[in-house]
């Protein structure tokens, strides 16, 4: 009586897998070093687009973009994640119109600045420095908002100073008391673009397919 055949067919040394893995290493690499070489065009075109605009090379660098997966980690799912650390810088990519309630206090040129030069907002002007403003109405003319210092009237021609303005009145020192503006009131502010990162994104992904497939032609 003729029994049942079968065949069984194994690959004890995974030759197998390992020729598949072997075929998918070129994509894997093609893929990641295209997206690689577009996020380094968006990170570096995008940056000077911010220098170019006016702001600092602290705003520049805080524009990020990052590749995944991480640590040299070749996949055909590579991708990269364009992001800006200031969480309201997408003001300066697509404008916009800010309004006040009922007033935005603009810093004039004497007004007090904190860490990283960036100046003391109107709001944190009491906590930050330890003394009131004071209104200084002006009839037809935008409002302002000031601090008491004593100086003389050489030191005055040299602007205000923070310690000054922490001294205030400062009852034990030389010179006159005076009434110096610090802000500015606005009812609105328009914001124009000053950014073009989106755009610059956009012109640089278009690339991905062609830098895939020269680096897929060079593996």
Same mark, same amino acid.
């Given at each position: 009586? !003729?029994?049942?055949?079968?065949?069984?067919v194994?690959?004890?040394?995974?030759a197998?897998?390992?020729?598949?893995?072997?075929?998918?290493?070129p994509?894997?690499?093609?893929?990641?070093?295209?997206?690689?070489?577009?996020?380094?065009?968006?990170?570096?075109?995008?940056?000077?687009?911010?220098?170019?605009?006016?702001?600092s090379?602290?705003? !520049?660098?805080?524009?990020?973009?990052?590749v995944? #997966?991480?640590?040299?980690?070749?996949?055909?799912d590579a &991708?990269?994640?364009?992001?800006?650390?200031v #969480?309201?810088?997408?003001?300066?990519?697509?404008?916009?119109r800010?309004?006040?309630?009922?007033?935005?206090w603009l #810093?004039l #040129?004497d007004?007090?600045? $904190?860490?990283?030069?960036?100046?003391i907002? !109107?709001s944190?002007?009491?906590?930050?420095? $330890?003394?009131?403003?004071? &209104?200084?109405k002006r009839?037809g003319?935008a409002?302002?908002?000031?601090?008491?210092?004593?100086?003389t009237?050489?030191r005055?021609q040299?602007?205000v100073?923070?310690?000054?303005?922490?001294?205030?009145?400062?009852?034990?020192?030389r010179?006159?008391?005076?009434?110096?503006?610090?802000?500015?009131?606005?009812?609105?502010?328009?914001?124009?673009?000053?950014f073009?990162?989106?755009?610059?994104?956009?012109?640089? &992904?278009?690339?991905?397919?062609s830098?895939?497939?020269?680096?897929?032609?060079?593996?």
């Amino acid at each position: 009586m !003729a029994g049942n055949l079968r065949i069984t067919v194994s690959d004890p040394s995974d030759a197998w897998v390992k020729a598949m893995r072997d075929k998918y290493k070129p994509i894997a690499k093609a893929a990641t070093r295209a997206v690689v070489q577009v996020a380094d065009s968006i990170k570096a075109e995008g940056r000077a687009d911010i220098i170019s605009a006016g702001f600092s090379r602290r705003w !520049a660098n805080a524009f990020r973009v990052n590749v995944y #997966p991480k640590g040299g980690v070749v996949s055909v799912d590579a &991708a990269a994640l364009v992001y800006h650390k200031v #969480p309201y810088a997408d003001v300066f990519e697509t404008g916009a119109r800010i309004a006040g309630s009922p007033y935005l206090w603009l #810093p004039l #040129p004497d007004a007090p600045r $904190g860490r990283g030069g960036a100046s003391i907002p !109107a709001s944190q002007y009491r906590l930050k420095v $330890g003394h009131p403003l004071y &209104a200084i109405k002006r009839p037809g003319k935008a409002p302002l908002l000031g601090a008491n210092i004593k100086s003389t009237a050489a030191r005055s021609q040299k602007g205000v100073s923070l310690s000054q303005l922490k001294r205030g009145r400062n009852p034990s020192g030389r010179g006159t008391v005076r009434l110096v503006p610090l802000y500015v009131g606005v009812r609105q502010v328009d914001i124009k673009q000053k950014f073009h990162l989106r755009a610059i994104t956009k012109v640089n &992904a278009a690339r991905i397919a062609s830098l895939y497939y020269r680096n897929f032609l060079d593996e």
